[in-house]
Nanobody
Framework: QVQLIESGGGLVQAGGSLRLSCAAS????????IGWVRQAPGKEREFVGR????????FYADSVKGRFTISRDNANNMVYLQMNNLKPEDTAIYYC?????????????????WGQGTQVTVSS
């Protein structure tokens, strides 16, 4: 099992940027692909993107492609979500989640371990 803690959320104006961090502890972090998932009020969880356990491969939802970038630092057990050109529809609680595989999955409910989430609010 991997323990995950997100940070870096906040309030930002449309067009602004935020960088979310996900700190991991527990089992060997580099064995896990990491995904980012968000949930807006009254909506289902939505897959945002994922990064392979080696950090080479990434995949993004169409809604964030070109604006969001995921990176990881396995030496320090960290994953990052850089969010640029934010839009009001990006407002949600953002979660990082671990998947015991090389590349992860785009199905948010298949992730095994989850952080507690961090709130991102984008004002228009």
């Amino acid at each position: 099992q991997v323990q995950l803690i997100e940070s870096g959320g906040g309030l930002v104006q449309a067009g602004g940027s935020l960088r979310l961090s996900c700190a991991a502890s527990g089992r060997t972090f580099s064995n896990y692909a990491i995904g980012w998932v968000r949930q807006a009020p009254g909506k289902e969880r939505e897959f945002v993107g994922r990064i392979s356990r080696g950090g080479i491969n990434t995949f993004y939802a169409d809604s964030v492609k070109g604006r969001f970038t995921i990176s990881r630092d396995n030496a320090n057990n960290m994953v990052y979500l850089q969010m640029n050109n934010l839009k009001p529809e990006d407002t949600a609680i953002y979660y990082c989640a671990a998947h015991n595989s090389g590349y992860g999955t785009s199905r948010s409910y298949d992730y095994n371990d989850w952080g507690q989430g961090t709130q991102v609010t984008v004002s228009s």
